[in-house]
């Protein structure tokens, strides 16, 4: 399977450090140029670890479409890979992309939503501790959907 992945998503991925999970579970990823150059900006939180992690990923789309919506740049090629190679998951969390991309039939997954296949598959034992990781950064998560989750998760 393949999964092109946005920037949000990769971020709160690496905040609570499963980025390695994203091969395990779909095999091939692939970063956009475009979400590349979001998440290694420099004083950026966790730019080393995604750059590291981005090796090997980064791909150039070959489309220049400019969609007439207020997309950034980094979910708009995410989008465009995704359709150019016939990815099998979008990985992104951004609410307005993700509405988007399903009105193109295209498979979103959240990052909360990779972690919960991640302990569906074994990868992970607990969701809970992720939670808060992710609720001590700067990355918002409310009461509502932690709770969802982790009810999602059995825990």
């Known amino acids: 399977m ?8 990769l971020i709160t991925l690496s905040i609570v450090d499963k980025l390695d999970i994203l091969e395990k579970l779909f095999g091939e ?6 979400v590349y150059e979001e998440i290694v900006k420099k004083n950026k939180q966790e730019a080393n670890r995604l750059r590291d992690f981005c090796q090997g990923k980064i ?10 919506i ?3 740049k980094g979910e708009s090629e995410a ?4 359709k150019e190679i016939e990815a099998d998951f979008l990985l992104c969390d951004d609410k307005k992309a993700k509405k988007f991309a399903k ?12 972690l919960l296949r991640a302990k569906e598959k074994g990868l992970i034992s607990e969701i809970a501790p992720l939670i808060e990781i ?8 409310s009461d509502s959907a932690s709770q969802l989750i982790l009810k999602m998760a059995g825990e």
């Open 134 to 141: 992710v609720k001590n950064s700067d990355i918002f998560l």
């Open 70 to 72: 207020s997309l950034g």
């Open 79 to 82: 989008i465009i890979l995704y």
């Open 103 to 114: 009105s193109f039939d295209i498979n979103v997954i959240g990052s909360f939503g990779i």
């Open 59 to 68: 791909k150039d789309i070959s489309t220049k479409i400019n969609f007439n």
């Open 29 to 34: 990823v692939y970063i956009p140029k475009a």
């Open 2 to 9: 393949i999964l092109i992945a946005d920037s949000s998503a």
